[in-house]
């Protein structure tokens, strides 16, 4: 075939840039669809291996408690089934949290103590173990705390916003129908009376309580010496250490060793149950979708915003 009698293919490719364009393409669509494959099924492989090895082999359970706290279903579902795993030798609670709503803290306390019937528990506070989260801390065997994180503020409120004033000055006023003087309050459009204010204290008084009377019976204190630890405040690992709110300083490496001195098996890995580790299915997903956002412009950074309702254990959000 010579120069001048070009084949035909060749010919329509130059006559037909976006033919050429699409064979390419497709060949590279094709290298596309089997190294997606490859992934896949080495995922998978990589997946199946790792549960493999979960049910065969002894370890530590890590479990996170970070960010606001709140009730968990899924939480709690993981705490139950880490009681009932023979391989799981003890488990670790990481604790990075300014607390949250008094029932999610609660919650955490309950499972935690019915976990340590079945196995050690061990707390590691890094930044921050405040309020609901100290709460969750103390239902373990023993805390470790860095000399420089946050503990305490041991204590509930309830806040309410008394925007009456504005209210008036726009010109608008609500109305309701109650079942009784303390339905419903407190309200928005008005301050807050007298008895609304003293039924809410009572509600605060006896959360608080419940809250002074775990701390003390956990840690070992006399109620007067948890009382003047439960003001509110925030101390560092250190003060916690010499008031008696943490066991030891340390991290996760110095919890092992006290596990290991607890009879729990040397060497043993450290695997985390909750929150699930991200697999690598939906490593792939998330960067996709992060590419696909920043291509359309959608990357700016979402606004962080949190709703807590009822009574909290919260040292700061």
Not at 10 to 31: Q, V
Not at 146 to 163: E, T
Not at 193 to 221: T, Y
């Amino acid at each position: 075939m010579n120069e001048d009698n070009p084949a035909p293919s060749t010919r329509s490719d130059n006559k037909y840039p976006l033919m050429r364009a699409l064979r390419r393409s497709r060949g590279r669509w094709r290298i596309f669809g089997f190294a997606a494959l490859a992934i896949a099924v080495l995922a998978l492989g990589l997946r199946l291996s790792n549960e493999y090895s979960k049910s065969n082999t002894d370890y530590i359970a890590l479990v996170a408690i970070e960010g606001v706290i709140a009730t968990s279903a899924q939480r709690m579902a993981v705490l139950e089934d880490l009681a009932e795993n023979e391989n799981i030798r003890a488990v670790i609670v990481r604790i990075n949290s300014p607390g949250g709503t008094t029932a999610g803290g609660e919650e955490i306390y309950e499972a935690l103590s019915a976990l340590r019937v079945n196995k050690p528990v061990v707390a590691v506070i890094n930044e921050l173990g405040a309020s609901a989260a100290y709460m969750g801390a103390i239902a373990t065997d023993r805390i470790f705390a860095r000399r420089l994180s946050i503990v305490g503020s041991i204590g509930v409120l309830f806040s309410h916003v008394d925007a009456s004033g504005l209210l008036d000055t726009i010109g608008i006023d609500f109305d309701k129908v109650a079942s009784g003087p303390l339905k419903a309050e407190p309200d928005a459009d008005e301050a807050m009376s007298d008895e609304v204010r003293a039924s809410l204290q009572n509600l605060v008084d006896d959360s608080f309580n419940w809250f002074v009377d775990i701390v003390a019976e956990r840690r070992g204190l006399s109620r007067r010496a948890t009382l003047a630890l439960a003001d509110g405040r925030i101390v560092n690992g250190r003060m916690a250490h010499t008031s008696g709110l943490v066991d030891e300083f340390g991290g996760q490496a110095e919890a092992i060793i006290w596990l290991e001195m607890q009879d729990v098996e040397e060497g043993l890995p450290v695997w985390q149950v909750y929150p699930p580790p991200e697999s690598f299915e939906q490593r792939i997903i998330r960067v996709l979708g992060e590419q696909a956002k920043t291509m359309l412009g959608l990357n700016a950074a979402p606004i962080q915003g949190h709703s807590l309702n009822g009574l909290v254990s919260l040292w700061q959000l």
